[in-house]
């Protein structure tokens, strides 16, 4: 039997977030809950490379401190690599934004964030 409302949808859009907290990724789950966008997560910087060998997701939300490493560094490596990828870097450190922005982030939020621009962002880089 075919579905036809599977045969009609649009592919859910694929965003990758790298975030160690694990109430933060819940928060990001409930706030994008049926926006036909499906949330794959890691919690640091290796397993972030390791998926990106597999997986080409639109959009990764990064966040800076992370147990291996610092997300603002890690933004120069995806934007070289991976040039394709908008990223949006969420992080309870406001002194991080320029150094985001100025190494390829598209779009910085700090913690705690404003929903309506955060979706607004997210949706203007689907």
Do not use: H, W
């Not at 409302?5 to 990758?16: D, E, G, I, M, W």
């Not at 603002?72 to 990828?85: E, H, R, T």
């Amino acid at each position: 039997m075919t579905n036809t409302k599977t045969l009609n949808s649009k592919p859910a859009k694929k965003v990758l977030v790298v975030e160690d907290d694990g109430e933060m990724g819940l928060v990001l789950d409930m706030i994008l809950s049926g926006k036909n966008i499906q949330l794959d997560y890691v919690n640091c910087l290796l397993s972030a490379e390791e998926y990106l060998q597999e997986q080409e997701p639109a959009v990764i939300l990064l966040d800076n401190q992370l147990p291996d490493g610092l997300g603002v560094d890690f933004i120069s490596y995806l934007k070289k690599k991976y040039p394709a990828i908008k990223i949006i870097m969420i992080s309870g450190l406001g002194s991080a934004r320029d150094v985001a922005l100025a190494n390829g982030a598209e779009v910085f939020f700090e913690k705690p964030f404003a929903l309506e621009e955060f979706e607004k962002a997210l949706s203007s880089l689907l």
